[in-house]
């Protein structure tokens, strides 16, 4: 995770890699050990080399050891699932889940109804939509506190305000990590999956997901080798996890996502 600076579920809260590790060891390409371990939090002494090799993925070294700054477990965690007629939608949710309940959030995940669809398909027992109906898009809300009466009174005023202006339709507070968590495994089960990580300004955040599904239709394999191309992530800091479930892997679908994924 270090040497690729995952960022992870919340992000949005604890911040990157770059902020929480405190020091390193690394062995060189030519075997020479670096040990630029430490558990203060800020040291001027010198270069701080360690930020070379967060996210370097083993270019520079392969790191060995770690040393970490690690939040204290909250005392109260909550989450919310509301149902979105378009991205604009969540957008507009995102932008007033950090001014409503700023200090305590601390994730803001997406996915579209292509990535539920899966969920159902695969996990349908025991994971079925929680809501009244189903929606093109999805979103879970987190908060993280201290104070469990405090943080549900923020939650709940948090979702009554959004039903209340119509940005959403349907909303409902309960443990529902597990219809995130398993949207990767879902593809997996449907087949080949060609996997994209990419940093997108949020605004254009699910621009890629239908430029590729009008790409793919183009070409004339969207619906033949190519079942679904879904969207999900962290709307947080602006990363989308782009999933192509395909009957198999074939070099005609590769071609076609491939290098238009990376430059676009």
């Known amino acids: 995770n270090v040497a690729t600076n995952a960022g992870g579920l919340r992000l949005l ?8 590790v405190l ?8 075997g020479t050990v670096l040990d630029n371990m430490s558990t203060l939090r800020k040291d001027n002494t010198g270069y701080d080399l360690k930020q070379l090799f967060i996210g370097s993925e083993g270019t520079l070294g392969i790191i060995t050891g770690v040393s970490m700054l ?9 989450v919310a699932l509301v149902g979105l007629e378009s991205f604009e939608k969540v957008q507009e949710t995102f932008h007033m889940a950090k001014d409503m309940l700023s200090e305590i959030l601390s994730a803001f995940e997406f996915w579209d109804h292509k990535a539920a669809g899966l969920v159902r398909a ?6 079925k939509d929680p809501l009244t109906s189903q929606y093109p898009f999805y979103v879970l809300v987190e908060t993280q506190g ?9 939650l709940n005023g948090f979702l009554e305000k959004l039903l209340e202006s119509s940005i959403v339709d349907d909303g409902v507070i309960k443990s529902l990590w597990s219809l995130r968590e398993l949207i990767p495994e879902a593809c997996s089960k449907a087949g080949a999956v060609y996997k994209y990580d990419v940093s997108i300004p949020v605004p254009k955040l699910y621009t890629l997901v239908e430029d590729m599904r009008e790409r793919l239709a183009a070409v004339g394999l969207l619906g033949q080798q190519v079942e ?4 999900y992530g962290h709307v947080g800091d602006g990363n989308l996890h782009l999933n192509i479930t395909a009957t198999s892997y074939d070099s005609k679908v590769t071609q076609a996502i491939e290098p238009y994924v990376y430059e676009w």
Do not use: C, F, Q
Request: proline share 5%; hydrophobic share 25%.
């Open 23 to 30: 020091g390193l060891e690394t062995v060189l390409p030519d």
């Open 228 to 231: 679904e191309v879904i969207g």
């Open 122 to 127: 695969h996990h349908g027992v025991g994971h």
């Open 70 to 78: 690690t939040p204290k477990r909250a005392k109260s965690t909550n």
């Open 146 to 154: 201290s104070d469990s009466e405090h943080d549900m009174a923020k």
């Open 13 to 20: 809260r604890y911040g990157s890699l770059h902020g929480t």
